[in-house]
Nanobody
Framework: QVQLVESGGGLVQAGGSLRLSCAAS????????MGWFRQAPGKEREFVAA????????WYADSVKGRFTISRDNAKNTVYLQMNSLKPEDTAVYSC?????????????????WGQGTQVTVSS
């Protein structure tokens, strides 16, 4: 069983940056992929980024490509999401998730554990 705790959300002006962290415990962290998803009010949850067990493979939604960077530190059991050039449309609750396998995935169905989420609000 994997437990995930996100941190780092907050209020930022458009054009600013935030770094989200997700600390994992339970299963051996280096054995599974990780992902970040977000959900804005009144909208469905959407994929943001994913990373493989080793960090060698990364995947991004088109809407964040070139602005967001996902990374992981297996020694610290933590995955990060560096968010730059933030836009008001990035406002959402961001959640990290642990994949059922060694690689990341765009579908939420591929993930078996979720954090509680952290709010990111970008003002214009």
């Amino acid at each position: 069983q994997v437990q995930l705790v996100e941190s780092g959300g907050g209020l930022v002006q458009a054009g600013g940056s935030l770094r989200l962290s997700c600390a994992a415990s339970g299963r051996t962290f280096s054995s599974y992929g990780m992902g970040w998803f977000r959900q804005a009010p009144g909208k469905e949850r959407e994929f943001v980024a994913a990373i493989s067990w080793s960090g060698a493979g990364t995947w991004y939604a088109d809407s964040v490509k070139g602005r967001f960077t996902i990374s992981r530190d297996n020694a610290k059991n933590t995955v990060y999401l560096q968010m730059n050039s933030l836009k008001p449309e990035d406002t959402a609750v961001y959640s990290c998730a642990a994949s059922r396998g060694r690689f990341g995935a765009r579908s939420s169905h591929e993930y078996g554990a979720w954090g509680q989420g952290t709010q990111v609000t970008v003002s214009s």
